[in-house]
Nanobody, 121 residues
Framework: EVQLVESGGGWVQPGGSLRLSCAAS????????MSWVRQAPGKGPEWVSA???????YYADSVKGRFTISRDNTNNILSLQMDNLKPEDTAVYYC???????????????WGPGTQVTVSS
């Protein structure tokens, strides 16, 4: 059974940093492309960043230059380093199995519990 468990969220002031982690199990993590997706209150899911099984990385324009995605295929961990956080980054963040088609990323499979990120002063 695929399991994804996100952690590392919290409250931070604008300009601050957080590092999110996702512990993956139940599948061969290193074989899959992975994404971070977020959902703000009252809005639909928004793709944030992705990393291919080989390590290539992709970012939404809204987070480019501020967020860094990485993966540890030995320990089955997906990470997201978030710097210079803004109030508009406030959302629940989820890690997701993903695939790229054309220039777009699509996520699929089970959802984890997510981790709340709140950016405010």
């Amino acid at each position: 059974e695929v399991q994804l468990v996100e952690s590392g969220g919290g409250w931070v002031q604008p300009g601050g940093s957080l590092r999110l982690s996702c512990a993956a199990s139940g599948f061969t993590f290193g074989n899959y492309d992975m994404s971070w997706v977020r959902q703000a209150p009252g809005k639909g899911p928004e793709w944030v960043s992705a990393i291919k099984s080989g390590g290539s990385t992709y970012y939404a324009d809204s987070v480019k230059g501020r967020f860094t995605i990485s993966r540890d295929n030995t320990n089955n961990i997906l990470s997201l380093q978030m710097d210079n956080l803004k109030p508009e980054d406030t959302a629940v963040y989820y890690c997701r199995l993903s695939l790229m088609s054309g220039s777009r990323w699509y996520d699929f499979g089970a959802w984890g519990p997510g981790t709340q990120v709140t950016v405010s002063s």
